[in-house]
């Protein structure tokens, strides 16, 4: 396209056009393996050669309209021991220039010199790559979007996508240099443990990683246990709930992305999961983060937690105060303080990380302290707050509002514990859209005193 014709575009159009030149060139029939040497492209241009380098700053301040600017492409290069500029499209002689920069080159002694730009595979975006791959049909939603856990990528991809998985992953690890391992969700349908079989898409089979959040380590074997690293911002959200000295309840605790930091912030949790490779996880991530005083495992079904969650606190509190070691440095003497955290005999905080069901487990909290009721008497006795992750599907079509949708967890939560809550005193918090058509919220209610005293039914 000639510069007159250029001209008389819109801006929009004129970017569109430019950067289709840069565009990587197609080629829909790869589906399994790429072919990185395909992705090549030459652009013609002229570059400004500097005898003198010193003045090259001046230059490129002066003439910025007609220098050649596009994104991830540097206008500075070095050339024939030198340094020269990159100038725009459709340069070919000094008169092509504007009557500024001809000044400026003869001053400098400039020298205009053929230059052929040449583009390879590292230049494009994965999604730049994935649209000159994939079928025209797909290229509107390209899946772009991944979960990182460690060195692994975890992608959910559509079945349309499937036919590409191979490359798509291979893309992804090329065009993110800390991904060593790409993988895909094979169905939709989970075990009891919400974990899903995957597919190796790129890189090595290990599924084995470590991954930092909320300022602690944690290792895992992705395959094996439920981790999601989207849910970053929720697990901090609630951890900064929690107090030094509180009893947490973590009722299905994963590896420990609620635990873990809690019990470094000196919460006491007594973290459960029914899982049995989390829980073995969840033992070695609290060795990794020296968190053993204050953070106690468990591997029970959830609904049995609960049930006992009052028998448990107590039998972990009458083995005395938490004895945390305190190493103090005075006049170059090292010097260890042994500081006592008494254990209360009673909840501040329950967790329930298991949105596909936590809701259904809720009437296990009826009769929480039926056989210690002297605890009600304790001056600093406080009920326990429950944090409920759920989802609230609605139907194509439909646009509930937040209280819509709160309200009719608030019926289903009333329901269950057999008691009608004060929906003004709870919290509904959306976490995130797991789905345009399902939100996850977590819902934070106080225990009443007439649910947790409850005798129980046997």
């Not at 905080?349 to 009600?376: E, R």
């Not at 709870?426 to 005193?449: A, G, W």
Request: net charge positive; proline share 6%; charged share 25%.
């Amino acid at each position: 396209m000639n510069l007159k014709l250029l001209s008389k575009l819109s801006k929009t159009q004129k970017q569109q056009t430019i950067m289709s030149k840069y565009s990587p060139p197609i080629n829909r029939s790869m589906i399994n393996e790429l072919d990185r040497n395909f992705f090549q492209k030459e652009i013609p241009l002229t570059a400004a050669w500097f005898p003198q380098p010193k003045y090259l700053t001046n230059f490129i301040k002066t003439c910025q309209s007609d220098i050649f600017y596009v994104r991830n492409i540097k206008h500075i290069i070095d050339l024939d021991n030198s340094k020269a500029v990159l100038l725009r499209e459709g340069i070919t002689n000094i008169t092509d220039l504007h009557e500024t920069t001809q000044l400026k080159i003869q001053e400098y002694n400039i020298k205009l010199i053929p230059y052929l730009l040449k583009l390879d595979y590292s230049f494009w975006k994965s999604d730049e790559i994935l649209k000159s791959i994939l079928p025209e049909n797909l290229i509107d939603e390209i899946p772009q979007g991944f979960s990182q856990a460690g060195h692994l990528a975890h992608l959910n991809l559509r079945d349309e996508f499937k036919p590409y998985g191979k490359i798509i992953g291979q893309i992804i690890m090329d065009k993110n240099p800390s991904i060593k391992t790409v993988v895909d969700k094979k169905n939709t349908i989970a075990n009891k443990f919400r974990t899903f079989p995957l597919e190796l898409l790129a890189g090595e089979e290990n599924f084995i990683v470590e991954q930092n959040e909320s300022g602690c380590k944690f290792k895992f074997d992705f395959s094996k246990v439920y981790w999601n690293s989207r849910l970053s911002s929720e697990h901090e959200r609630l951890i900064e709930k929690f107090k030094k000295g509180e009893v947490i309840g973590d009722v299905m605790a994963g590896v420990g992305p609620f635990a873990i930091p809690s019990g470094k912030n000196e919460s006491i949790i007594l973290a459960n999961d029914l899982n049995p490779e989390s829980f073995k996880y969840l033992k070695e991530n609290i060795k990794l983060n020296k968190v053993e005083p204050f953070v106690k495992p468990y591997n029970l079904d959830g609904r049995e937690f609960i049930n006992n969650a009052a028998d448990i606190l107590n039998e972990f509190a009458s083995n005395g105060p938490i004895e945390k070691k305190i190493i103090k440095r005075l006049k170059g003497e090292r010097k260890i303080e042994i500081k006592q955290i008494e254990i209360p005999k009673f909840y501040h905080h329950f967790v329930m990380n298991l949105p596909d069901s936590a809701l259904t487990f809720l009437d296990a909290f009826i009769g929480l302290y039926s056989n210690y009721p002297q605890l009600k008497n304790l001056p600093n006795f406080k009920l326990p707050w429950i944090h409920v992750h759920c989802f609230e599907k609605f139907e194509n079509g439909e646009d509930p509002t937040i209280e819509e949708l709160s309200e009719k967890i608030w019926f289903k939560i009333c329901k269950l514990i057999e008691f009608e809550l004060d929906i003004n005193k709870m919290e509904f918090h959306k976490v995130r859209m797991v789905s345009p058509t399902k939100p996850m919220f977590c819902v934070s209610f106080q225990l009443p005193e007439e649910i947790a005293f409850r005798p129980k039914i046997s």
